[in-house]
């Protein structure tokens, strides 16, 4: 199980913060999805040979956020 932390930007609100959470918590492979508005962070917890970093980061990215 591989931890990362992303650095995510254009959240702002609770909507936001369900997108994120929402489009990475559905990917095959990610374990677990940590978004906070505070720090503008996603903490992701997943699979590297299942699903990977890119593939994480594009789904963040498909929600209208950009990932730093
Ligand atoms: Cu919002």
Redesign the pocket.
């Known amino acids: 199980m591989t931890s990362k932390i992303l650095n995510v930007e254009g959240?702002?609100?609770?909507?936001?913060?369900m997108?994120v959470t929402k489009a990475v918590g559905s990917l095959e492979g990610v374990e677990s999805v940590e978004v906070s508005l505070e720090s503008n962070t996603a903490t992701v917890e997943f699979e590297e040979s299942r699903v990977p970093l890119d593939t994480i980061k594009q789904a963040i990215e498909a929600q209208g956020y950009d990932v730093v």
């Open positions: 959240m702002s609100c609770d909507h936001c913060k997108a």
